[in-house]
């Protein structure tokens, strides 16, 4: 069975500061994890996956991701926050298969930027 | 704009009633569609699977003569919660899966919040 654990479900940060939003995984098969962000009346609009390919991943927005398998854990990250990153972010993880798979959330962060 | 549309946006219901949600891929053919189901400050929990022309595979728990699944188009797929009741008030998300402009891909509609009074 797999699981995610998203640690904090409101994060708080300045513009201009790091985001740093943090995802742990559990999986018994080498993962394929995601990041999703959600914007208030939206869908789920995918930042950027973890294949197996690149343990580091860069998405959209200017966002990364880290994949450490002794942590098991797939933070996201931004060097600089922006107004418009205020949203909620899904981690999501699956087995093996990028597209036409079932994904399992993490519960959500809800990410609020300060001016 | 949007890939994945679903209607209604939202839906407010008596209990005991039936109401049917729509989920369309607007530019792709979808050959996997998903359906998910969140509750307040929860994580988004998957209902069940379909693919175009085949009966749904729902996940354990969920019931299948409850959450009636039809995927009849590579474009259209539809839940229905039959006799709905205050706990299956939540909000409703599907998901599409298949080649768009010569990819794999998948996107997510906005959702549904159904209110069952």
């Known amino acids: 069975a797999q699981s995610v654990t998203q640690l904090g479900s409101h994060v708080s940060v300045s513009e201009g500061a790091l985001v740093l939003l943090r995802c742990n995984y559990s999986?018994?098969?080498?993962?394929?994890l995601f990041w999703y962000v959600q914007y208030p009346n939206q869908g789920l609009q995918l930042l950027l996956k973890y294949t197996s390919a690149a343990t580091l991943v860069k998405g959209i927005n200017g966002f990364e991701a880290e994949f450490k398998k002794s942590e098991t854990s797939f933070h996201l990250t931004k060097p600089s926050a922006h107004m418009s990153d205020a949203a909620e972010y899904f981690c999501?993880?699956?087995?093996?298969?990028?597209?036409?798979?079932?994904?399992?959330f993490g519960a959500g962060t809800i990410l609020r930027v300060k001016s | 704009g949007a890939v994945v549309s679903q209607h209604p946006s939202r839906v407010i219901c008596k209990s005991g009633t039936s109401v049917k949600i729509e989920c369309r891929s607007l530019d792709f053919q979808a050959t996997t569609m998903f359906w998910y189901r969140q509750f307040p400050k929860q994580s988004l929990m998957l209902m069940a699977t379909?693919?175009?022309?085949?009966?749904?595979?729902?996940e354990q728990g969920v019931e299948k003569d409850k959450f009636l699944i039809n995927h009849a188009s590579l474009t259209l797929s539809t839940l229905t919660v039959t006799s709905a009741h205050p706990e299956d008030s939540s909000f409703y998300i599907c998901?599409?899966?298949?080649?768009?402009?010569?990819?794999?891909?998948?996107?997510f509609g906005p959702g549904t919040r159904l209110l069952v009074l």
């Open positions: 998901s599409a899966s298949g080649q768009r402009g010569g990819q794999e891909t998948q996107y």
């Open positions: 379909s693919n175009e022309g085949s009966k749904a595979t729902y």
């Open positions: 999986s018994s098969v080498p993962p394929y």
């Open positions: 999501a993880v699956s087995e093996a298969v990028e597209y036409g798979n079932k994904l399992v």
